[in-house]
């Protein structure tokens, strides 16, 4: 099934994102793109190049990881939320091939406060489950994304 047959909806990110998995500012990245599903779930239609293998004709298994941490994080940030990935667990459970169609999902499970637990899949062509994970994510606040940790900043007064 197309992305057009599923009515997905381009997911856009800024184009100076410098991000490994999705920034199209970065020129040796993944340049994941991704869509909303109309149940709330992001989904992701790449072919990732042969230059991310391990072993000849399957993907590295960090880059798998970064798929799947990729999925969830765009999914916490549908609901207008920056997070940064706590905990992450994932099952390997068949070799992800390279330069072949993928579908990569995510989507959130619940939510408590500044916490999010999501997971996400990785599938081939046939629907075939090729790796799962499950994340904690934690909401970055505001102050800490625009000025950095509090303990980096000046004291308030004082010049630097």
Known sequence: MTRHEEHLTPFAHAASNRCFGCG???????????????DGSVVSLPVVAD????????????IIATLLD?????????????????????????PVP???PLR???RILRAEERKVWVEAR?????????AHAKGLFIEVPT?????????????????T
């Open 24 to 38: 199209p500012a970065n020129p040796t990245g993944l340049h994941l793109e991704f869509f909303l599903a109309p």
């Open 51 to 62: 230059t991310f293998e391990g072993h000849p004709g399957y993907l590295h298994g960090g």
């Open 70 to 94: 990729e999925a969830m994080s765009k999914a916490v940030r549908t609901t207008g939320r920056r997070s940064m990935t706590r905990k992450m667990e994932i099952e390997y459970l068949r």
């Open 98 to 100: 390279s330069g072949a």
């Open 104 to 106: 990569i999902e995510g």
């Open 122 to 130: 990785i599938l081939n062509a046939e629907d075939k489950l090729l």
């Open 143 to 159: 102050e800490s994304r625009k000025h950095g940790r509090p303990e980096d900043r000046p004291a308030a007064g004082n010049a």
